[in-house]
């Protein structure tokens, strides 16, 4: 059986940092993109980075870019978000999200694989 499980959330000031982590079981993703979305309350849930099967390629959406950072380690099938000068409306829950059949995209429906989220709280 394939799981994702997110750890790293939390509660956090503005302007603080988390690392979010996600370990894969049940099948290896090494040859995988990976990804992570998040969703706040009332809204639906985007796209925040993906990297790919190598590591070499990465690509974050406008609203973190420059401020977070996706990282993975193959030999233990873990992806990583570096989260730095985080803002209130980075609040959300955070889901990591894995890839299959050597896609690459920042679409949500292309991810058959999900984990079950974790939660980061950003105070102003």
């Known amino acids: 059986q394939v799981q994702l499980v997110e750890s790293g959330g939390g509660l956090v000031q503005a302007g603080g940092s988390l690392r979010l982590s996600c370990a894969a079981s049940g099948r290896t993703f090494s040859n995988d993109a990976m990804g992570w979305f998040r969703q706040a309350p009332g809204k639906e849930r985007e796209f925040v980075a993906i990297?790919?099967?190598?590591?070499?390629?990465?690509s974050y959406s406008i609203a973190v870019k420059g401020r977070f950072m996706i990282s993975r380690d193959n030999a233990k099938n873990t992806v990583y978000l570096q989260m730095n000068s985080l803002k209130p409306e980075d609040t959300a829950v955070y889901y990591c999200?894995?890839?299959?059949?050597?896609?690459?995209?920042?679409?949500?429906?292309?991810?058959?694989?999900w984990g079950q989220g974790t939660q980061v709280t950003v105070s102003s």
């Open positions: 990297i790919n099967w190598t590591g070499r390629s990465t």
């Open positions: 999200a894995a890839s299959s059949g050597g896609i690459y995209s920042t679409r949500r429906d292309t991810y058959p694989y």
